[in-house]
């Protein structure tokens, strides 16, 4: 079992930046990927990103290819996020997602751990 914490979230400007950071603690080693998912209100949860732990390729959702940069440390089994030219509709609650099978996958029943989710809002 994984545990996941994420924190970084925030109000933010049309524009600006954010990272969000996923603390990750418990049997890392049988991670395989970490992703990235989102649910902007009254909508269905959506994956946004992932990274295979310990290759480290990485995958993007075509909305925010180009403006989001996944990453991980593996020291201190940390993921990250980093958003740059946030968009109204990247509003949402935001979760980290670990699984232990062995492709990277969009799907949300796919993963096995999740953390509690971190708010972000862009607003005007």
């Known amino acids: 079992q994984v545990q996941l914490v994420e924190s970084g979230g925030g109000l933010v400007e049309v524009g600006g930046s954010l990272t969000l950071s996923c603390a990750a603690s418990?049997?890392?080693?049988?991670?395989?990927?970490m992703a990235w998912f989102r649910q902007p209100p009254g909508q269905e949860r959506e994956f946004v990103s992932a990274i295979s732990w310990s290759a480290g390729n990485l995958y993007y959702a075509d909305s925010v290819k180009g403006r989001f940069t996944i990453s991980r440390d593996d020291v201190s089994n940390t993921g990250y996020l980093q958003m740059n030219s946030l968009k109204f509709e990247d509003t949402a609650i935001y979760y980290c997602?670990?699984?232990?099978?062995?492709?990277?996958?969009?799907?949300?029943?796919?993963?096995?751990?999740w953390g509690q989710g971190t708010q972000v809002t862009v607003s005007s």
């Open positions: 418990g049997r890392i080693s049988d991670v395989y990927a």
């Open positions: 997602a670990t699984t232990t099978i062995p492709v990277v996958m969009s799907t949300p029943r796919k993963y096995d751990s």
